[in-house]
């Protein structure tokens, strides 16, 4: 699961390509620096130091060892294992009312592209009721959808295909 | 001789924005069209100092291949080469069954500008039907070749050429789970590929401003789906869709003052809105449960087709733009999305579900008959050029995203690839003014 993180870590330091590169873009492409979804990936834990902040990272990292639901297709269901997992994830979010994670929803490469968007979205909305319902609240789930545009694996068969219809829990701090 | 006029070449240059020098694409004809007239344009002759600066007629031949509706004379077929309208032996050509002939020169003006002059001939009769004289400077003489072409075309066919219209895409460059992406317009032809923007986030949905000068697209750049508005000319752009959860597949209204969009607003439910740019009002126009998304104007800008499941699957509405209630306009097969309306307004052409392929259709709206016209298994983006004559649109060969155009009845196709990475997301844009 190392590949999730790194593509996190991208993500995270990824600003305006353009902008850099062109004297000719106006300020208004980088505002989004600043946004919420990208500070909040800077901002230190609030946890403090030594053992605590130890014991947090310690647990988020078995988390980050599964964390990512995955899909029938043309579906948003959760199956009984799914839900097992999601609740590892929503008592953590429960007892660390600072943690914060991204719900990042895919799907696989067929049809179109933004109507995939609309389905990685009903996904990533699939998971963020499950952890609500287990005890996370609403301002630690961010709902973010990739539709097809970031496939976990190459490929177009199925067993390609269904890696890629997925949901990436995805913490922030 | 009153054919033969003089016209100022408009001159449209797309200032501030980096040439892409690698990745040119490559034109392949896949499919070809067994009833193509054949049509010689004879190499220009040039009066001017050393060597002619471009060859003006194989640009406008392989313009003339590309429409589908003509079939180039190879150069090594002719039998003779004239420059004048004296020299033309019509025998000769009717012998080897051309049906039409260009011919052309090319003569050096004082103060560096060359002055463009072609007439074009029905071999049959041994009648001109064409003359005009273009002229431009060195640079612009690609420009001006594909401006030829869209002259002999419109006269040949009756319909407007798009030889100078320009395309816009999605490339992917590097690493293949963590590329680059990449904006581009290039010419119809896939030659002078620019640079529009770069970044490590997704790029999605161009869409061209009527006018031709700005592109709307969606970048993830700041870590979601956001949309942006830039000019082509200056590269400046301006952010016009941040709000929370999805901002998506933006489309311009035939008036260019509105942009329709779908928004999520972070409760995991897209629907359609339509923003106007100036005063930056949103109106909502759709407010259901299931997945409504893709908007696409009718020609008057009256109506909005899109993408809604929900009667299950993914079908084509058609709503009010003023807002109202929506009524289904597809209901052949179980998956018909991404709507892009021809711009007649008699067609919309869709992704289709085709037994369990994915493929381009056109559904000719009236009478609600549906045709697929493409062969792959995940084809995806139409978008139909200006005359109504073509579609483009994104497949995939070999493992990666390539580009092809298609004639409307599907009969004649050709492909546009890169040399290295993938390219998706067409978007063809408007007639340039005249």
Not at chain 2, 1 to 13: G, Q, Y
Not at chain 2, 89 to 105: A, K, P, S
Request: net charge neutral; proline share 4%.
């Amino acid at each position: 699961m190392n590949g999730f993180k790194l593509l996190l870590i991208a993500m995270i330091f990824v600003v305006a390509g353009c902008a850099s590169k062109k004297g000719t873009t106006t300020g208004d492409g980088a505002d989004g620096m600043g946004g919420a979804d990208g500070a909040s990936a800077y901002g230190t834990s609030a946890d403090g130091e030594g053992s605590a902040n130890a014991l947090y990272e310690q647990q988020k990292a078995a988390l980050m060892n599964d964390n990512v639901v995955f899909f029938a297709f043309d579906s948003a269901e959760i199956d009984a294992a799914s839900m097992e997992m999601l609740k590892q994830h929503s008592s953590f979010l429960a007892s660390n009312p600072n943690a914060r994670v991204r719900l990042e929803g895919h799907t696989d490469e067929r049809g179109s592209r933004e109507y995939n968007i609309g389905l990685g979205e009903r996904r990533s909305v699939s998971v963020q009721s499950v952890l609500m319902v287990q005890g996370a609240t609403a301002e630690q789930l961010a709902v973010i959808s990739f539709g097809e545009e970031r496939p976990a694996v190459l490929g177009s068969d199925e067993a390609a295909h269904a890696q890629n219809r997925r949901v990436e829990l995805v913490y922030e701090n | 001789m009153n054919l033969l006029r003089t016209r100022a070449l408009w001159l449209f240059l797309l200032l501030g924005l980096s040439t892409l020098a690698r990745a040119e694409l490559t034109i392949q004809i896949t499919k070809g069209e067994g009833s193509a007239v054949p049509i010689a344009v004879v190499p220009f002759g040039w009066q001017g100092a050393g060597a002619a600066p471009y060859d003006v007629a194989s640009v406008v031949a392989s313009d003339l291949a590309r429409t589908g509706r003509f079939k180039p004379v190879p150069e090594k077929d002719m039998l003779q080469k004239p420059t004048t309208a004296a020299e033309i032996q019509f025998q000769n050509w009717r012998m080897i069954d051309t049906e039409v002939i260009v011919i052309g020169q090319v003569k050096q003006q004082p103060g560096g500008q060359n002055l463009i002059e072609f007439r074009v001939f029905d071999v049959l009769r041994g009648e001109q039907l064409l003359g005009y004289q273009v002229s431009s400077d060195a640079a612009g003489m690609r420009r001006a070749a594909h401006r030829i072409s869209d002259l002999i075309f419109e006269k040949l066919t009756g319909i407007r050429g798009v030889a100078s219209t320009q395309i816009a895409y999605v490339a992917l460059i590097g690493d293949r789970l963590k590329p680059t992406y990449k904006l581009i317009v290039a010419d119809a032809d896939g030659e002078n590929a620019r640079v529009l923007l770069e970044s490590r986030q997704p790029i999605m949905s161009p869409a061209w401003s009527p006018d031709g000068r700005k592109l709307a697209y969606v970048s993830f750049e700041n870590g979601q789906s956001q949309v942006f508005v830039q000019e082509l000319r200056t590269g400046a752009r301006r952010r016009v869709s941040a709000r929370m959860g999805v901002n998506s597949a933006p489309i311009w209204s035939p008036d260019g003052q509105r942009l329709a969009l779908t928004l999520s607003k972070g409760d995991g439910n897209l629907d359609i809105y339509v923003l106007e740019l100036n005063s930056q009002v949103l109106t909502r126009l759709t407010n259901w449960s299931s997945i409504e998304t893709e908007p696409s104007w009718s020609v008057d800008g009256k109506s909005l087709y899109f993408t809604s499941d929900r009667s299950g699957g993914p079908q084509i509405y058609r709503i009010p733009s003023s807002g109202g209630s929506p009524a289904r306009v597809t209901f052949e097969g179980k998956y018909n999305a991404r709507p892009r309306v021809s711009p007649d307004g008699s067609k919309i052409a869709v992704v289709h579900n085709d037994r369990g392929n994915y493929r381009i259709a056109v559904v000719d709206v009236a009478r609600a008959y549906t045709q697929v016209i493409t062969e792959g298994s995940d084809d995806e983006s139409p978008a139909f050029a200006p005359n109504g004559e073509m579609l483009i649109y994104a497949s995939t060969a070999g493992g990666r995203g390539v580009l092809s155009t298609v004639s409307v009845d599907g009969r004649f196709e050709q492909r546009l690839a890169t040399s290295s990475g993938e390219i998706r997301e067409p978007a063809w844009g408007p007639f340039p003014n005249k």
